[in-house]
């Protein structure tokens, strides 16, 4: 029975192993396609990267009964807009109530932490709640006017967690209750949510982020390569400008 166990155990670990190297090739081999970028520049390669792992992510949602439409890729002013400022990547089965951000996980900084813009305009000096009530203060991701919904890829490349944004925003209110509602230096919570002041790259305003474990907030996840629905419908779900209301 013990050579058994080990016998299996054994086993196991090796499935685990094979699966992973499968699930890794599969993003590998759908991200090079066969296609050269080299003649593009740094910025044209890195959003043919960002689109390609897009589209991976989304096909493999598919397979598992998640449907994120795109707007019509004709419109490519409304396009812009929805990736470049609102940082939408498409709609929750089609509902205009249900935006969606998909979040790729490249760099080893940070892990499989979701950034979260808290307060933009910070002063460490006074409490995080105070500035909040100053809606010119609330960061991007606190208001929540845009994304309803984060797509999260581990670093691994195994796992699509699915993240509702309240779920983000309670874990960051959590985490600066337990800083004592004060943050003037970088705090982990007893979560992992890392609170750090640092400075807007865009605007060189002071800003507050969190840092957020995509799986401790994850209201699903999907292993990649193991959807058992075949899309009827492609990669590329795409609503029509009338479904979108364009005129």
């Known amino acids: 029975l013990v050579r058994a166990?080990?016998?299996l155990s054994f086993a196991i670990a090796i499935?685990?192993?094979?699966?992973?190297?499968y699930?890794?090739?599969?993003?590998?081999?759908?991200?090079e396609g066969g296609q050269d970028f080299s003649h593009l520049s740094k910025e044209d390669r890195l959003k043919q990267g960002k689109d390609q792992g897009e589209k991976f992510i989304k096909n493999e949602l598919l397979?598992?009964?998640?449907?994120?439409?795109?707007?019509?890729?004709?419109?490519?002013?409304?396009?812009?807009?929805?990736d470049m400022?609102?940082?939408?990547?498409?709609?929750?089965?089609g509902k205009l109530s249900e935006p969606v951000q998909i979040k790729l996980r490249k760099t080893g900084r940070g892990g499989d932490d979701i950034a979260y813009e808290i307060v933009l305009g910070y002063d460490p000096r006074v409490p995080v709640m105070q500035q909040l009530q100053n809606p010119r203060n609330q960061g991007?991701?606190?208001?929540?006017?845009?994304?309803?919904h984060y797509f999260v890829m581990n670093q691994s490349e195994t796992e699509i967690y699915h993240i509702p944004a309240d779920m983000l925003k309670n874990a960051a209110m959590q985490a600066i209750q337990e800083a004592g509602g004060t943050v003037r230096s970088a705090f982990?919570?007893?979560?992992?949510v890392e609170l750090r002041p640092t400075t807007d790259n865009h605007s060189g305003l002071p800003k507050l982020?969190?840092?957020?474990?995509?799986?401790?907030?994850?209201?699903?996840?999907?292993t990649i390569g193991q959807g058992s629905i075949q899309p009827t419908v492609g990669v590329n779900t795409v609503m029509s400008k009338k479904d979108y209301n364009i005129a």
């Open 63 to 82: 397979k598992h009964g998640v449907r994120i439409f795109t707007v019509d890729a004709g419109n490519s002013s409304s396009m812009q807009k929805l």
């Open 140 to 148: 991007r991701d606190f208001k929540g006017t845009s994304v309803k």
């Open 188 to 192: 982990r919570s007893g979560t992992g």
């Open 15 to 21: 499935f685990n192993k094979i699966s992973y190297r």
């Open 209 to 222: 982020m969190a840092f957020i474990p995509a799986q401790s907030v994850a209201k699903d996840h999907y």
């Open 23 to 31: 699930c890794m090739g599969n993003f590998k081999q759908f991200m």
């Open 85 to 93: 400022i609102d940082k939408i990547d498409g709609y929750l089965d």
């Open 5 to 7: 166990s080990h016998i």
